[in-house]
């Protein structure tokens, strides 16, 4: 029986009552699926079902074949190894006792000569060059994620899940996790807002409020039929909208010929020239005639009515929010940060940025990249005056703010509303709202507590509380597409493109740095003394 995944009729709901999924139906077979969708839609819910983590409310999941999970967050103990994440510690011991000629006859005939060979092919494929008796807690976050996801790969499973894969890694290792996929011929459902990585999908399945959609191809033919279906959903709504004007035009008309009539009766009535029972008659034939008219055009008007809320509830769904941002009132020759020959570091002896000088004028827009571990995250903190310098100077000249990756500066125990306030004390309740509705929290969705949301409208939020009202002239932001979905992504690109201060970006993610106009680049290296 060939591997597929089934998802018929699921429901599932959030221990407060509130509703993920319900009538879910999806069907995987042995291909490349892009799971893709809005911020809480319930994609890594949807995984975490599929690999028996939660159980259905409603409906069933079936699975036909092995599984292997990737999860967001790798969780390590302080003395486990390479060769423990891979499951073959005690078969590598095994094989190293019959190298040593120190092995038993039954150890001999168990010993998987091998062994050793797979695990560096496996490694090689995520670009990892460590021995299996590497501790884990010795590689950085990235090195981890590669190691684990070859781990899964060693494993040979007839499926991978994996949720946000090259979340944490540097370019090189999302390049490598880009290939092993488009190289993987066995199945994979794949949640991720990696454009790039998108593109090497045999399919895209797009979960939505109205459910999951499947689309042939990759990313771009993903996005081509998506526009498609856009402009058929505005159509559709133009065509109900018109058929609703018309109909309350028609009533508009029937109810004055109505009127018309009933006057003339009237005045015929009156004459007396007509026998009562002929009037009568006309009446009865006229009330009949007249409500069945009526009857039909309620009909007519219910149905454009219904059509007008379907229509407009998938342009939602369909149509990415749009942001837009107040001046920073940043003018193009003001220093806005300026390091001369900073050394710095957390451990004595041990720098991670060495004499580094660099300056930033005006609203330039400046991506600061390098490999994991090569100080991207200290140089923010540094400029932030988080880090204080071991020597050298750093000034920062201009109001600043920063969206790190847990996007810290809001309140977890507050609502988005009550951080707005705390953190744009001069605006009202109407500037509030206005600018939490511009990035999509409307109404009862802006009380929403922030520790409640998911990564990608935490950082929503942080945006909106940020860029709202006056936004600084320095933006800097630490890989900020880790959490948000793509349509996000594309909308803080558009917003951060009319957005006119000074920005600071750390982020691995190449298209999201052309698409927001990066003009330069600060490129670090992993050792700082080379």
């Not at 009865?284 to 809320?309: F, H, I, K, P, Y």
């Not at 507590?449 to 860029?467: K, P």
Request: aromatic content about 4%.
């Amino acid at each position: 029986m060939p591997a597929s995944i089934t998802v018929a009729n699921l429901s599932w709901a959030t221990p407060d009552g509130r509703p993920i999924f319900s009538g879910l139906d999806l069907s995987v077979g042995p291909e490349r699926a892009g799971l893709v969708g809005r911020n809480g839609v319930g994609k890594s819910t949807l995984l975490k079902l599929i690999a028996g983590e939660l159980a259905p409310q409603g409906g069933r999941v079936s699975v036909s074949g092995k599984l292997g999970v990737l999860r967001q967050s790798v969780q390590v103990g302080a003395d486990e190894t390479v060769a423990e994440l891979f499951g073959v510690r005690e078969a590598l011991t095994v094989l190293r006792r019959a190298e040593a000629g120190a092995a038993d006859a039954r150890e001999l005939a168990e010993a998987d000569w091998t062994l050793e060979a797979r695990l560096e092919t496996a490694l090689a494929r995520v670009g990892l060059d460590v021995s299996p008796d590497t501790p884990l807690t010795a590689l950085s976050g990235g090195q981890r994620t590669r190691a684990s996801l070859a781990a899964l790969v060693f494993a040979e499973p007839d499926f991978l899940l994996l949720d946000e894969p090259t979340n944490n890694l540097d370019r090189e290792g999302c390049a490598e996790v880009v290939r092993l996929l488009a190289n993987w011929r066995a199945g994979a459902v794949v949640v991720s807002h990696d454009r790039e990585l998108l593109e090497t999908m045999d399919a895209i399945v797009e979960l939505t409020s109205l459910g999951a959609s499947r689309y042939g191809g990759g990313w771009s033919q993903y996005r081509a039929q998506k526009a498609l279906e856009l402009a058929a959903a505005r159509h559709d709504l133009a065509d109900a909208e018109k058929r609703i004007a018309e109909a309350a035009g028609a009533a508009q008309e029937r109810a004055e010929r109505q009127a018309r009539r009933d006057r003339a009766g009237k005045r015929k009535a009156m004459r007396g020239d007509a026998p009562k029972i002929l009037l009568g008659m006309m009446k009865d034939n006229a009330e009949n005639t007249g409500g069945e008219s009526m009857r039909l055009a309620e009909r007519r008007r219910e149905q454009a009515a219904e059509d007008v809320a379907a229509a407009r509830a998938r342009i939602e769904v369909l149509q990415p929010f749009s942001v837009t941002i107040p001046s920073s009132t940043l003018v193009a020759g003001k220093s806005v940060v300026r390091l001369d020959d900073v050394t710095a570091g957390y451990e004595p002896g041990r720098p991670i940025i060495s004499r580094l000088s660099f300056a930033m004028t005006g609203p330039e827009r400046v991506a600061v990249t390098g490999p994991n571990g090569s100080g991207k995250t200290t140089l923010l903190a540094l400029v932030t005056g988080a880090l204080a310098p071991w020597s050298g100077s750093v000034r920062l000249a201009v109001e600043h703010a920063v969206l790190d990756q847990r996007v810290s500066l809001l309140d977890p125990a507050l609502t988005i509303r009550d951080n707005f306030l705390r953190l744009n004390p001069e605006a009202d309740e109407n500037a509030c709202r206005a600018a939490l509705a511009r990035f999509m929290f409307r109404a009862d969705a802006a009380l929403q507590n922030v520790g409640t949301l998911s990564g990608g409208q935490v950082l929503r939020a942080g945006l909106a509380c940020v860029l709202g009202v006056r936004p600084p002239q320095l933006l800097i932001l630490d890989e900020p597409t880790n959490h948000l979905d793509i349509d996000s992504i594309e909308a803080v690109e558009a917003g951060l493109r009319a957005y006119d201060g000074a920005l600071l970006v750390a982020s691995h993610d190449e298209a999201f740095l052309q698409n927001i106009g990066v003009s330069r680049r600060l490129e670090l290296k992993a050792d700082p003394g080379s």
